[in-house]
């Protein structure tokens, strides 16, 4: 019989919106880079939304953001809040507490109204 020591659960605030995969990879030919691409269920459709070499400033990603569809499915809005995030991860990856890893990403990583919130992770080193 479980005694409630036995049993361990985790409550989270449920977040809806648009959901992204987002990556951090260190491409043998390419470098590292940043890709953000359709998240979620439907991440195997390979559609993308953006590939940012990196070292890259938030207003290069911004730019890089703006330029395709994304605005337009998000709002732009919500585009800055993303930004902000991909330069958080650009920094961390090139050269802080991520620096050790080859691939970081982010799946999904729902756009709500508040911004954007990484549902899972997974970092990979070779």
């Known amino acids: 019989m479980a005694t409630?020591?036995?049993v361990s659960f985790m409550i989270q605030e449920m977040?809806?919106?648009p959901e992204?995969?987002?990556s951090a990879v260190r491409d043998r030919v390419a470098g590292p880079s940043l890709i953000v691409g359709v998240g979620g269920w439907a991440a195997e459709s390979g559609t993308l939304f953006a590939v940012i070499p990196l070292p890259a400033d938030r207003a290069a990603i911004g730019?890089?953001?703006r330029?395709?569809?994304l605005p337009h499915?998000?709002?732009d809005d919500k585009i800055g809040g993303l930004a902000d995030l991909l330069d958080a991860l650009a920094a961390a990856f090139t050269g802080g507490a991520l620096a050790e890893y080859t691939v970081v990403e982010l799946n999904p990583v729902i756009v709500g109204a508040a911004g954007p919130t990484i549902a899972?992770?997974?970092l990979t080193k070779e």
């Open 63 to 65: 730019r890089h953001l």
């Open 20 to 22: 992204l995969l987002i």
């Open 4 to 6: 409630p020591d036995d």
């Open 15 to 17: 977040v809806f919106g």
């Open 67 to 69: 330029d395709g569809a």
């Open 73 to 75: 499915l998000l709002g």
């Open 120 to 122: 899972d992770a997974l």
